[in-house]
Every structure is written in C-alpha cells, then in structure tokens.
T-cell receptor, first 111, second 111 residues
Framework: DAMVIQNPRYQVTQFGKPVTLSCSQT?????MYWYQQKSSQAPKLLFH???????NEADTPDNFQSRRPNTSFCFLDIRSPGLGDAAMYLC??????????FGPGTRLTVL | GEDVEQSLFLSVREGDSSVINCTYT??????LYWYKQEPGAGLQLLTY?????DMKQDQRLTVLLNKKDKHLSLRIADTQTGDSAIYFC???????????FGKGTRLSVIA
C-alpha cells in the first residue's frame, strides 16, 4: 500500500547529541512536511518542502534542519537536542488534492 | 494569524452519537479537515470538506460546515469504544498551504 513511513518509531538521544529522523513516502507527493507535537498539544509545523523548495516557519529554531535529497525521502536533523525537543515528530505529504497524509510519527526522547 | 478552536474533552456512551465542534477565524479557508489520533500514533485523515459545501456524509461520519459562522462539526453516529481518540480540526487555504490545527478534542466512549 502507498504510505508515509517514518523510521525509527522511537528514538532516544543524549542532550546535545545530533540526531536524524527519516521519512519516506510511496505516494509520489510533491510536498513534504515536518511537524513537532508535544504532549496534549496540536502538531506544530516546523518546515515543508514544495518539491525542492524549502519553506521554514518563522519560529522554527535554528537547531532544526531538514534535507530532501529526492521526492521520496525527507530528513529532520536536530543538531543539538535539548530536553525541550522531546516530542513526537510527524511527517506528512500532500499533492494537488490538498489532502495531507501523515506517517506514524517518531517519538524522540532526550536524556 | 489564523486560529482554530475546539473544546478539549467529550464523553459519550457507546451507541450514542458524538458531536465534536470547531470554530476557525480564517475567512479564506478553502479546505477543512478532521483527523483522528490514537495514543502513540500519527494522524489519520478521517474526512474533509471544501468550503463551498455545507455537508458531507461518509458512513458513520457527518461533517457540517456553517461558513457564515465559521463553524465546523463532526458527528459520529453509533459511537464505539474504538472511536476513543483525539480528534483534530484543521484548516488550510488553496495551493498546499500548511494546515492550521486546533488543540484537539479527546473523545472518551463509555461502554
């Protein structure tokens, strides 16, 4: 089935140790998004790619970076994770239809 | 900026109907969505409605849109224990603009 895949589902890192979360999609959608969701809160958009065009939200910390090497893959890099970065990270994709499809998320723990 | 508001909690008995309400502020909203999130999982798109529609029905789900009052509702008929989850209302404009989410309504179904 076509889908949005996130790996790993659970990631543990140490304070200050760089970590990369990955997302892949088989939907061939041109738009990919990264959201951060903290407990009992709505997902917060960090950035999105429209094809290769990168769009950063104004309040996304510099600590968060993203790469999209091709249509199928998108990575979220956290350069120096702090305790406040512990959250669920959700990847989503969309195409011209405007429906956004979400992956299962990666839960990040920072020790 | 755009804002989406939802009540935080709803509790219903199994077999009853659930109605989850949402209000939004962006008069240029083009698409309005309902997502379901189960514990530890990503967001599952349940249904969406275009802003030029008043109602959309899909099996047990009925979406009502009052564009004048900027009010959206999701009715779940014959609510089951498997419907227990957090339901997010979201809106977006045209052209793959990012979603703006409400804080989510936690639906508890009592057997």
């Amino acid at each position: 089935d076509a889908m949005v895949i996130q790996n790993p589902r659970y990631q543990v890192t140490q304070f200050g140790k760089p970590v990369t979360l990955s997302c892949s999609q088989t939907l061939n959608h041109n738009v990919m998004y990264w959201y951060q969701q903290k407990s009992s809160q709505a997902p917060k958009l960090l950035f999105h790619y429209y094809d290769k065009d990168f769009n950063n939200e104004a309040d996304t910390p510099d600590n968060f970076q993203s790469r999209r090497p091709n249509t199928s893959f998108c990575f979220l890099d956290i350069r120096s994770p702090g305790l406040g970065d512990a959250a669920m990270y959700l990847c989503a994709t969309s195409s011209a239809s405007n429906e956004q499809f979400f992956g299962p998320g990666t839960r990040l723990t920072v020790l | 900026g755009e804002d989406v508001e939802q009540s935080l909690f709803l509790s219903v008995r199994e077999g009853d109907s659930s109605v989850i309400n949402c209000t939004y502020t962006d008069s240029s909203s083009t698409y309005l969505y309902w997502y379901k999130q189960e514990p530890g999982a990503g967001l599952q798109l349940l249904t969406y409605i275009f802003s030029n529609m008043d109602m959309k029905q899909d099996q047990r789900l009925t979406v009502l849109l009052n564009k004048k009052d900027k009010h959206l509702s999701l009715r779940i008929a014959d609510t089951q224990t498997g419907d227990s989850a957090i339901y997010f209302c979201a809106e977006t404009g045209a052209g793959n603009t990012p979603l703006v989410f409400g804080k989510g309504t936690r639906l508890s179904v009592i057997a």
